[in-house]
């Protein structure tokens, strides 16, 4: 444990004594900048340098950038706050509820049992890791990846100690050869589903809603049904790519032939929960789909119900009923909805308010002009190839939601100087953030599955570089299809 926490110690401590001289340097340096856009630009080094840190909690950072531009005289008060309550925070405030009820009462188990125990999974051990990959997958569209892997994880675990693969012994060193070395790659493969499924849904992972959200803003409607349409199929792709990889490096044995066993009864906690979770998915697709469809009121329907709105209408049906509980408490007591994850939202805002001084200060566009003249670069794809490699590269040391913050704003504005579409490279950054293999820390579901000790580091970092390159080939191949399908080109 202190060998594990020590880079990360050494890593925080860096960040703090460098954050000042970096914001100072940024500030006073003899830059051809307006006034507003320098002072931003330390701002937002000085952010850069405590996210990739962690000096403090990215959620404290981010909670910190509004007072920081209003102290520095970017914007007021006002402006720099008003972010931190944009309607898509609320998607993901009610999402985040519904969640942690489904945990509560065992749905999201339920969910994961009813998949693994298909009959079609039954006594095939490539057809069991497929079954783990795709709830995996799935549920992963609609709770946090780090939630998914809890659940999965134990039940692989406990379907291998019966066959006397559990947890080792003997002083066997992480992820042998033989059965041993089939479960570490149906583990990593759990990881890399959880992380891949997020890309499904808006809620899936926070990158997704902040590309959607600064593509609306910039005159691109990217709503529920129409990420999905990119998302779902996006991430079937790279479930699938991440499957063949695994079992070329570690095909899957019949030790992981048996699967967990699920309570029948419904409890009514269950059941409330279960219709809150249907009323969301229903309120966030019908309305976008009629309006695809050019059904008469899709419009108005998709206009009354945006998705901030679906998911705190839904999220109340869990305070409205009672469980059956001795204490007949609300199916989601309050206490426990207020443990949902408060820096994520933090993250929203800062970043958002963040991105939207980058653009009303000329910030962005300056950076974007230096970018292109420093890369070179001059085409659509050539940026989108460059934005979607970094991204990938970058996640692994940095909060997928903290890249997406600091480079989706720059990505739209390299878009606009190029002229060119800035539909592929921004969708390129939400897409690519969610796929960072290597290292233990790039996500929690890599943490969780190294956590187990089943699995070497250096076998994580081997197969992870094969799926980071990998997943960027595919992330391009799909926006290249989607272009040529949507027009975006």
Known sequence: MNANNAPGRTRRLVGLLITMPIAAGLWFAPLPLAPDAQRLLAVFGGVIALWVSEAIPIGATAMLIAPLMVVAGITSAKTAFAPYADPL????????????????HGLDRRIANLLLRSPWVHGAPRRVRAAFMLTAMILSMWI????TTAILVPILL??????????????????????DHAVTGSLLAIAYACSLGG???????????????????????????????????TSLLLVIAAG???????PPHSATEAIASGRQTWTQGELVTALSFGLAVLGWSIPGILKAAEVPGGAELSKALPGGVVAVLAASVLFFFRDDSPNAE?????RDAMRIDWGIILLFGGGISLGKQMFDTGLAASLSRGFV???????????T????????????????????????????????ELGVSPLPPTLAVGLAASCAFMLPIATAPNAIVYGTGRIKLPDMMRVGLVMNLVSAAVIFAALRVFSELYGWS
């Open 244 to 250: 063949a990889v695994l079992e070329r490096w570690a």
């Open 385 to 416: 190839a460059i934005v979607t490699v970094f991204t990938i590269f970058f996640t692994e040391v940095c909060s997928n939601t903290a890249s997406s913050n600091m480079l989706v704003p720059l990505v739209i504005a390299i878009a606009n």
């Open 330 to 334: 609300p199916v989601l007591p309050w």
């Open 199 to 233: 890309t499904g849904t808006l809620i899936g992972s926070p990158p997704n809603l902040i590309a959607a959200r600064f593509l609306n803003e910039h005159g691109f409607e990217f709503g529920f049904v129409r990420w999905m349409m990119i998302g779902v199929p």
């Open 144 to 147: 946090s990846n780090t939630a």
């Open 373 to 383: 003249e420093f890369t070179g670069v001059q085409d659509l794809w050539a940026l």
């Open 158 to 179: 406990g379907a291998t100690a019966g066959n006397g693969n559990g947890t080792r012994s003997h002083g066997k060193e992480r992820g042998g050869d033989g059965d």
């Open 89 to 104: 925070l609320f998607l993901f405030i009610g999402g985040f509820m519904i969640a942690e009820a489904m945990k509560r």
